[in-house]
Each structure stands twice: as C-alpha cells, then as structure tokens.
C-alpha cells in the first residue's frame, strides 16, 4: 500500500474491514481514482468528496454501480477501530478490479506559522493528464517530491505548456487583484473540495471571482496568492519563486476566518 499511516491496523475493503496483514497488490497493475477525507470526530466534506470520485470513475469511463463507495458510518468506524482521534481517510478505488479500499494516510497539517506568515512555491512545468479526475499520477508526484527537496518550498504550482498556472501538484491556487479575486477554470483543474467552500464564501463576501488562469510571467501583477486544500484548508503564500506577497492581505485574512469558522460548523453538524 502506498503512504499509509504507521499507526493504521485495520483497512477497508469493498465493505469489510480487514486486518492490514493482508497483502495488497492492485497498485502494481491500475492506477487508482482516489479522495482524501478529513476526518476530527467528524469527517468533514464527505459527501462533496464522494461525488468528485464519482464524477472521476465517470470520467473514466467506469460505472459507479458495479463500485463499492464506503459510507460516512464507515468511514467514521474505521477511525474508531484505529483508535485514530484525527486525521486523513484515503479511499483508492480500482475501476478494472471491482474494489475499493480506505485506509488511515500520512498527513500533515501546517504549524501555526506558516498560516501566519505564508508558505514559499515553486513552479514546475508539468500538466496532470485528464485534469478533473482524481488519479494518481506517479511521475509528476517523483517530480514534485524532488523539487520540493531541492528548494525547499511548500509546494509547487503546475504550469501549462501556454505558461499558465493551473494548480498545485495537490493544491488549488488563488490570486487577488485589486480586491478581485482569481482563479483558473474548473475545465483546467481538478476543482478541490475546499475551493469550492472558498468559492462559496467569496461570493457570500461579495466579491468579484474571476475564472482565469494566471500566466507564470505575470505573477507579478497580483498582491496575494493563497492555497486551498483538504490538510491545508486555506493558506497564504508568502513567494512564488522570487516574488513576496502579502500573507497579511486583508482579503485572505477574511477568507481564511470565514473558511475556519465552516470547519467548525461542519464539525457540530
Ligand atoms: N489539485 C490537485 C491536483 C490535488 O491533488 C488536490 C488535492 N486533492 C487539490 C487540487 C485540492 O483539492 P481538495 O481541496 O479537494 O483537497
């Protein structure tokens, strides 16, 4: 199994749970549709995750009916028989085989300080191959881990063979001009759970959304740049390469309040 959290004993197969004991081998012959949930005593966004992985077997050509999706109960029960209080389900799901497994994944969740002060980025000149399907994609993620080691940024942003910036390798990026806010069209990405909430809020906000894809050498137009997603929730950057930007931009500070005050409600629902 791949990036599977050390304290994980039990995982979820096609309904069961089963000791992890039992080998796992599907890895090696398809590539699987996958979600990551978060989950705190609750798991947050699920049904939201669970239509992505739908709309990314159809994408696939594959019938959801013949797949076995986990419930939230399960889901929930999988954390309780880890004994896990909190942390990231990941549901791998192969089209080919007929089966889906869920199993406790490696996490990580930013320090305080880097909400606080912005993370640096990179670029990497790479496009995921069909972008609106969740798939793993082992070369661009090689790619990524090597460019993160290397420099030392949080994370990359992918750039298009037209010098536009689509996403993160597994994050979605926003820029803001102006009070206007910027972001590149769900037909180029894959639309994050946590930027759809985003998107939400900064319509509540009353704000202008523009769907554009920011060209890499323009980056320099734009006074804030934040991150969204399912560990990172909504996090400023402080660079992109050698450009700063302003992790204390009002604006971000606004999303990120009203974007952590719907974890909470989310929590208690
Ligand atoms: N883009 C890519 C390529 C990703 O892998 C992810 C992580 N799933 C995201 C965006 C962010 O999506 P979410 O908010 O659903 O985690």
């Not at 096609?14 to 705190?40: A, I, M």
């Not at 029960?77 to 869920?102: H, M, Q, S």
């Not at 909430?197 to 137009?221: C, F, P, S, W």
Request: proline fraction near 4%; hydrophobic fraction near 40%; glycine fraction near 6%.
């Amino acid at each position: 199994m791949i990036s599977l959290h050390n304290s994980s004993k039990y995982y979820w197969k096609n309904g069961e749970f089963l000791p992890l004991d039992t080998t796992f081998d599907l890895y090696k012959s398809e590539s699987p549709v996958y979600e990551v949930v978060r989950y705190n005593g609750e798991l947050f966004f699920f049904d939201d995750h669970i239509s992505r992985l739908k709309i990314s077997l159809a994408g696939l050509g594959a019938k959801p009916k013949t797949i076995h999706l986990p419930s939230t109960d399960e889901m929930r029960e999988l954390f309780v028989k880890n004994n896990f209080p909190e942390g990231n389900v990941r549901i791998d799901v192969f089209p080919k085989a007929g089966t889906t497994v869920a199993y406790l994944t490696t996490f990580f969740y930013p320090p305080e300080e880097l909400y606080r002060d912005g993370v640096k980025v990179i670029f990497q000149y790479d496009e995921r191959k069909n972008q609106q399907i969740k798939q793993f994609q082992e070369e661009i993620k090689i790619k990524t881990a090597e460019l993160l080691i290397k420099t030392g940024a949080f994370e990359t942003l992918l750039v298009n063979k037209h010098g536009q910036i689509t996403e993160g390798s597994k994050s979605n990026v926003f820029f803001i001009k102006e009070g206007k806010i910027y972001t590149a069209p769900d037909l180029m990405i894959l639309a994050g759970v946590t930027r759809k909430k985003v998107i939400r809020i900064i319509e509540n906000m009353g704000l202008t959304i523009i769907y554009q894809a920011i060209v890499h050498h323009e980056i320099t137009d734009y006074e804030a740049v934040f991150l969204t997603g399912t560990s990172i929730g909504v996090l400023p950057v402080k660079a992109i390469e050698n450009n700063n930007y302003d992790p204390k931009n009002r604006v971000v500070r606004e999303i990120m309040k009203y974007f952590n005050q719907k974890m909470i409600q989310e929590r208690f629902i």
